[in-house]
Nanobody, 124 residues
């Protein structure tokens, strides 16, 4: 089993930055692709970014390309999401997730392990 704990969310003004962290415990995630998802009130959960086990060719949703960067440190069993130039429409609960696949996938159904989420609120 893998337990995931996100941190780093908060309230920020538009144009600001936040860095989310996701620490895994229970076993290593070094061979797992990882993803960041978000869910706004009344909306479906959507993929934000995903990264392969070896950090090659990360995936980004069109809405965050050029603003967000996903990275990982396998030695620390941690995945990060650097969010720059934040917009009010980025407001959501952000979730970290792990899939048993080595390459990034965008569908939530492929992810077996989820964190509890961290709130990101961007004010205009």
């Amino acid at each position: 089993q893998v337990q995931l704990v996100e941190s780093g969310g908060g309230l920020v003004q538009a144009g600001g930055s936040l860095r989310l962290s996701c620490v895994a415990s229970g076993r290593t995630i070094s061979r797992n692709a990882m993803g960041w998802f978000r869910q706004a009130p009344g909306m479906e959960r959507e993929v934000v970014a995903a990264i392969s086990w070896n950090s090659v060719a990360p995936y980004y949703a069109d809405a965050v390309k050029g603003r967000f960067t996903i990275s990982r440190d396998n030695a620390k069993n941690t995945v990060y999401l650097q969010m720059n130039s934040l917009k009010p429409e980025d407001t959501a609960v952000y979730y970290c997730a792990a899939t048993n696949r080595p390459d990034p996938v965008v569908q939530t159904a492929y992810y077996s392990y989820w964190g509890q989420g961290t709130q990101v609120t961007v004010s205009s």
